[in-house]
């Protein structure tokens, strides 16, 4: 079956350490994945996309990796603030018929002073 | 300021009853979305707009109704046939209907309990 992973426990760290957060999915071929960040009981906000030929996209703090033959996108956060402590959501856009995309469940980090 | 704006913010709904979740969006786009998110769980797709007029079943239609009248509204009704409605509800759009390639804009989502 179709799946996309995010870890379900939350991620807690120091603040100015990196945070490496990890997306896992099986028996998709998804031609995009993007990244959004969603603050408790608001809508998400797009961060970054990255495409199926692409290794890595940064921007600013942040940085992607798309690693297709393992199946997994890492997103990380350099030098860390409290600000950062929200949940990452990650999408995957499927190919083929309507392009939609499929989100996973978040992971939850939390950046301690 | 352009952006996508849900009403309400929390609504209640008694057994039964049908309700409507209101969403506009000023960035001219031409295609909407709604998506349900329940906890510990991904954001699901109810229905998808790529045009005026035009509109499309998601992964979970059933016990929903939409329409697309304006481009700028795309109102979305949880009708008495959704039995587990309790959930945050959230509207998009894009600039195309090609999701992925095209960053979504999301409003402030809408909560709807069942009392």
């Known amino acids: 079956s179709q799946k996309i992973e995010q870890n379900s426990e939350a991620l807690n760290i120091q603040e100015g350490k990196t945070a490496t957060l990890t997306c896992n999915y099986t028996n998709y071929s998804p031609a995009y994945l993007q990244w959004y960040r969603q603050d408790p009981g608001r809508g998400p906000v797009f961060l970054l996309l990255?495409?199926?030929?692409?290794k890595e996209k940064r921007k600013e703090r942040l940085k992607v990796t798309f690693d297709t033959t393992l199946k997994q996108s890492l997103f990380h956060i350099t030098a860390s603030q409290p600000a950062d402590s929200a949940t990452y959501l990650c999408a995957l856009r499927v190919s083929g018929g309507y392009n939609k995309l499929i989100f996973g469940a978040g992971t939850r980090l939390a950046v301690h002073p | 300021d352009g952006g996508i704006t849900q009403s309400p913010k929390y609504l209640f709904r008694k057994e039964g009853q049908n309700v409507t979740l209101s969403c506009e969006q000023n960035?001219?786009?031409?295609?909407m979305y709604w998506y349900r998110q329940d906890p510990g769980q991904g954001l699901r797709l109810i229905y998808y707009s790529q045009i005026v007029n035009d509109f499309q079943k998601g992964d979970i239609a059933e016990g929903y109704s939409v329409s697309r009248e304006k481009k700028e509204s795309f109102p979305l009704t949880v009708t008495s046939a959704q039995k587990n409605p309790t959930a945050f509800y959230l509207c998009?759009?894009?600039?195309?209907?090609?999701?992925?390639?095209?960053?979504?804009?999301f409003g402030e989502g809408s909560w709807l309990t069942v009392v």
């Open positions: 990255i495409r199926e030929n692409e």
């Open positions: 998009a759009s894009s600039i195309g209907g090609s999701a992925g390639g095209n960053t979504i804009y």
């Open positions: 960035l001219n786009h031409d295609a």
